[in-house]
């Protein structure tokens, strides 16, 4: 049996909302058959009615950030970084934690946007999805918050013991963590519905069920 999961929110944000929300993710692990990876994709399933997911795939073609680089001439995998981030109304992080710390690719990757400062007043959700993860998550709010990311404590979560608990086929396999993936992709929607709106978003109700088929978040 599978856990099924909907948020369902008025019809005040349905007509507001025309538009399906556009995220990028990113994962923080550039392994083929990364947790964090198969986090991304299921989320991308639950919420398909509401948002849509990029995955942003070439944090490994990111040239090791330096100052030096850091001008007119940036190369264009950072551009183009850069401008996918730009084009998104929020961004979803999942990551793991690596040496108690973050891994470099992706804290590489955030290197390159101080600067040029894409994070800033962007709606922002962290899941730091790992064998622990304290460290990393801590640190990785610390530079969000600093590279002024927009973020509420309802838009970031740690996970522990992630290979329990999502599978190879892209599922959420333990009922507390879609609960909780599911309250913070509603929040992170919530932030990004105010933001385009102007307007606070209309009360989502949450209503979570069991049922033998996948798991739904509807806006
Ligand atoms: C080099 C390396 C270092 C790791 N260090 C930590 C660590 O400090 N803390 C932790 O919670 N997990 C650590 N792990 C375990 C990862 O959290 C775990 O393998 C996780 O599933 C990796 O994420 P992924 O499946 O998305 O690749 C480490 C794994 C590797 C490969």
Redesign the pocket.
């Known amino acids: 049996m599978t856990i099924a999961a909907s948020i369902r929110a008025t019809t005040t944000n349905k007509q507001l909302m025309t538009n399906k929300i556009k995220i990028l993710a990113i994962?923080?692990?550039t392994?083929k058959?990364?947790?964090?990876?198969n986090l991304i994709k299921a989320i991308a399933n639950l919420g398909s009615e509401t948002f849509t997911i990029d995955i942003f795939e070439r944090l490994s073609d990111l040239p090791h950030f330096n100052p030096d680089l850091d001008n007119e001439n940036v190369p264009e995998q950072v551009t183009d970084f850069r401008r996918q981030l730009r084009e998104a109304d929020g961004i979803l992080i999942c990551?793991?934690?690596?040496?108690?710390?973050v891994p470099g690719t992706l804290k590489n990757a955030i290197d390159w946007t101080v600067s040029s400062m894409e994070f800033s007043k962007k709606p922002v959700a962290l899941i730091t999805?790992?064998?622990?993860?304290e460290?990393?998550h801590s640190s990785l709010l610390g530079t969000l918050l600093i590279i002024e990311s927009k973020m509420t404590a309802d838009t970031q979560l740690l996970i522990?013991f992630?290979?329990t608990k999502v599978n190879d086929d892209c599922k959420i396999t333990d009922k507390t963590t879609l609960h909780s993936i599911t309250k913070v992709m509603q929040s992170l929607t919530e932030i990004i519905i105010t933001e385009k709106t102007g307007l606070l978003s209309a009360p989502i109700l949450m209503n979570e069920g069991i049922n033998s088929g996948e798991s739904e978040i509807m806006i």
């Open positions: 994962s923080g692990s392994r058959a990364s947790s964090n990876l990551t793991p934690e690596y040496a108690i710390g999805a790992s064998l622990s993860g460290k990393a522990s992630i290979k």
